[in-house]
C-alpha cells in the first residue's frame, strides 16, 4: 500500500514537499517514481529513484526544481517541489515497482503499485 501525502494550494514559486509512505511490501527492493496527471491531461512521469539512489532524468518541465529521495528504513520516498509553476498543478501520483529496468522507469506500465494520489494547485 502505499499512501501520498503533502499535497495543498500553493502560489507560484513557493515550495511544497510531497511525501509517500510504503507498507505491506519490502520497499528497498522496489524502484519508486512519482507520476502526475492535470485535468484533461494523460498521467506523464515526474521523476523515479531505484533502491540504491539512482534515477533517470527527471521530466524535462520540473528539471533544475524538482527532487525525488527516498529512505528506505522509512520505506518513504519524497517529492521535493521549488519554484512551483501554474502548470504544475495535477494530483501527484507515488508509484512502486520491484523488476523495473532502467529504460522503463518513465513508463507508467512498469510499476507494480500506486498510492491514492495528493492533489497540488498553484495559483498564479
Known amino acids: 500500500q502505499l499512501q501520498a501525502s503533502g499535497g495543498g494550494l500553493v502560489q507560484a514559486g513557493d515550495s511544497l514537499r510531497l511525501s509517500c509512505a510504503a507498507s505491506g511490501l519490502t520497499f528497498r527492493r522496489y524502484t519508486m517514481a512519482w507520476f502526475r496527471q492535470g485535468s484533461g491531461k494523460e498521467r506523464e512521469f515526474v521523476a523515479a529513484?531505484?533502491?540504491?539512489?539512482?534515477?533517470?532524468p527527471y521530466a524535462d518541465s520540473v528539471k533544475g526544481r524538482f527532487a525525488i529521495s527516498r529512505d528506505n528504513a522509512a520505506s518513504t520516498v519524497n517529492l521535493q517541489m521549488n519554484s512551483l509553476k501554474p502548470e504544475d498543478t495535477a494530483v501527484y501520483y507515488c508509484?512502486?515497482?520491484?523488476?523495473?529496468?532502467?529504460?522503463?522507469?518513465?513508463?507508467?506500465?512498469?510499476?507494480?503499485?500506486w498510492g491514492q494520489g495528493t492533489k497540488v494547485t498553484v495559483s498564479s
Open positions: 529513484i531505484n533502491w540504491v539512489g539512482n534515477g533517470v
Open positions: 508509484a512502486a515497482g520491484q523488476r523495473v529496468i532502467t529504460s522503463s522507469m518513465r513508463t507508467a506500465q512498469a510499476y507494480d503499485y
